[in-house]
Structure formats: C-alpha cells, structure tokens
C-alpha cells in the first residue's frame, strides 16, 4: 500500500512537471565558439535526462565488472561453507549414532572446508572420544576454552570427562566454573551439588540447595530435606572433630528440618553430650522418639549412661515406654532388655504386646530366642521361626535403588545416587550390604556394661532345624562386604555428553 502511494505521487509530481513545461513555451540557446543552437525546453530537458541516464548505465557496467572477482571468490566461498556445513551436519549425526568410520570421514571434510570453526571443533571431539582418544578429545575440548562462544561447551567436556576418569578434584573444579559462568543451567547445579555432597562441601552444597529449589529442579520438601541432610553432615564433622557447640547448633537445625529423621537426633545427643548437658541429650532423644521410635534412638539413649546393670537400664528406658506405649518398635525394645536383665515375665509380657501390634519377622524371631534362652525348648523357638519366615519384613535402612539392607545410614546408597537409602520395608528377600541383625531391637553387650550375660543370639542348630522343617520358606539375604560409592559418572548424567 506504501509503494502504491509513493508511485502515484511521484507519477503525479512528473505529470505536473509536464503540463507546466507544456504551457510554459520557452527556448534553450547553446553556445559553442561561433555556433549557436536554439531548442525548446522540452527537448532539452530529454537530452539531459538521456544523458543521466547513460552515465549512470556506463557506472554500473563499470562498477559490475570490478566487482566480478571479489563476487566469484564469494561463490566459491559460499559454496564451500555450504559443503562443509553438509560435511559437519552429517558428522554430528554419524558421531550420534556412534558410526566411528563415518564421523572420522566427515570430520576430516568439515576441518578441510570450515577449518577452525567452533562446532568442528565439537564435532573432533566427539569423533576422538569415539575413537578412544581420550587425548585427542581433551586437546580440542582445550581449544573451545579459548574462545567465548564455545567455552561454556569446552568446558562440559572436560566435566564430562574427568568425571569418567574419576578425577574427582579437576570434575569439582570445572564445575565450579561451570557454575560461575552459567548459574542458572540445570546440568550444572545438579551436576556441582553431586560433586560438592561426594567431596565433603556440606556448606556450599547447603547454598546451592536454593539454587536447585528456585529452578524448580528440587520440590519445595525434596529441598527442606536436602537442607536437613546438610546440616547433619555439618554437625558429623563437627563431632568428629569435637567442636560440640557447633555441632550441636547444626543437628538441631536438622532436627527442626526433618524432625523424624533418626540420625540427625542421634548426632544431636551426641553433641549434647560431648558438651556435658545430658538432660538436654535425653530431651532430644525422647522428641525424635515421641514423632517415631526407632532402634537407633534408643541405642543412643542407652548408651548416655554406659555404665549400668541391665536392670537399671530397663528400669531407665522404660521413660521411652512411657512416651510412646503401643508401638512394636518400644515393646520389641523393652522385651529384649528384660531378657538381658533376665526378667522373663516381663520379657512375655511385652513379647505378647507386640504380637497384638502388627508384627513383623524380627518380633517372632525375638520371640525365639525368648524361648530358647528361658528355657522353653528348640521345638517353641522352631515354630516361632516359622512364623518369622512368612511374617512382614522388619524396618531397616534400605537403597530404594537397589533394594540393599545396609547397617546404617548412608548418604549416598549402593546405587550412587544421593539420599537413595531411607528408613523403609525391604523386599521379601533382599541383598545385604554387610551382616547386619534387624535393627528391630536393642543390640548391647552387656559385658561392655559392667554385668556379665551371656548373649541371647539365635541358636544355629534351631536355624538348621527351621530350613529343614517342611511347609517353611526359605528366605534369606546374600552377604556381601561393604561396598565403595559407585564412580561420580552414576549420578552425574548431565555431563556424560558434550551434544
């Protein structure tokens, strides 16, 4: 519509010009030496414009042909590009689909015609590594670090890498850098937090749990929990070390956190401890057990008075019975103490408790061993044991990966992945990760109490007679010795490729 309106007032202007020049009748004299020559105007004004036009046709052949080389090396160059971008395109796909022959061609294409571009250089990475020339990759990951368009790139490559070589220190450092530069990308927080919990950095990791949460890469409890674990790893190292004030500061953030999480009250009456405030101790204890009792507060409340009788000890952890009566995991402790201070009636009485309860493997199995050390014979402690084999599995902390039973809490589970093990049932017949008694009772020497016992363990014979008992299932778990943490590259995905 524009183009229309600035025609029809040129077309217009030119009309005018013409209608005055027709009515405006006048002559153009030129004088050359003694020769002149007189022409309307009209005619004039065409000679002029003949003339214009003329000059500017001369120009632009003129201007043509001087520019023909220039315009043919662009040809040429053009066309050059184009190969070689067909050259990279093909590459990159032959690299993807792991074709060495075919992305080692195309590379060799591509750096001919394109020479140092950027992605060639991400296309000979990747052509290198599936070569396995681990060398050759890291030189050229090198190279894109020089420039700011492919530095980000280089820069994940050799993440990428060094997190495959299992060179924890240089995989921290790049993402480290990583994270300076981009803060905001998923891959690398997630990346970097990995690599900051598995290097022992409780408090960075503990600042880049808000990171994670405002980019939505953690929910709003998955990152109150993360906080929590962080906090608990802090007050660990604090009591390693004995400094107790600052553990005890950290634990109880966790607690307040994640106030059913077992291992960060423990830590917490630890650190109590160690600062000579055993009230304080006890309290702690005895919140976490109020929310959910579990075998490993009630170890840790045991052992805040370590020289006393089994009886004293019963007599003292009743106070957890008081608090929280009707649960399997309180009578199941109470029975096994009263067996230790060898109080048998009090023993049944809480045993039968738990049988009211919901009772798992480890009840019947206790119950066992009840009667065998009471003196109620093989055959009642066989028929318990029957029960047990077919009974729900007790509570234990368990890789939700892998299904593993470990002995205690882990950070990361066999399966390398953080905050994979929890407090959970296991599957009917589950792998151990080293020999571990469910963790459904109160385990104590009670020579390291200053009152010998013989210790109430399930008596291998009654073990023999239950696997050979017919119309009994045989459930077990294969033992094995405790596992390392898988390398870094299990849970760091992100930074496994450098497409």
Known sequence: MLRLIVFLIVAAALAW???WLANSPGEVVLRWEATDTVLPVGIAVAIVAAISAAAIVVYEVW????????????????????????????????AAAGDVTGARAHTRQAEKL?????????????????????DVAQLKFNQMLKRPQTEFLGIRGLLADA????????ALALARRAYERSPNTSWVLTTYFDLLTRSGKWADALKLVNDLAREKLVSGPEATRRRALMKHMLAVEAVDEKRYAEALAQARKATGLAPTFAPAAVTAAQAANGQGKLRLARRLLEDCWRLEPHPELASAYAALVPDETAAERLRRLGRLESLVPNHLTTQLLMAELAMNARQWDTAKRHLDKALGLEPTAGAYRLYAEYERASGGGDAKARDWLAKAADAPADKVWVCEDTGEVLAEWQLFGPSGRFDSVHWDSPPKVAPMIR?????????????????????????????????????????????QGLKAPPPIEATVKAAGSVG
């Open 435 to 479: 020999d571990h008694r469910p963790p459904v009772v109160l385990v104590h020497d009670q020579r390291a109490v200053g009152e010998p016992a013989e210790p109430v363990t399930e008596v291998d014979d009654v073990k023999k007679e239950k696997d050979k008992a017919p119309g009994t299932s045989k459930t077990g778990a294969t033992e």
């Open 63 to 94: 201007r043509w042909l001087a520019q023909l080389p220039r315009r043919v090396r662009s040809n040429r160059q053009q066309k050059r590009q184009l190969r070689g971008y067909q050259e990279l395109s093909h590459g990159l796909i032959a």
């Open 114 to 134: 394109l020479q140092a571009n950027a992605a060639t250089l991400l296309l000979s990475a990747q052509t290198a590594q599936l070569e396995g020339k681990e």
């Open 17 to 19: 010009v013409a209608v």
């Open 163 to 170: 997190v495959k070589r299992g060179d924890q220190k240089e």
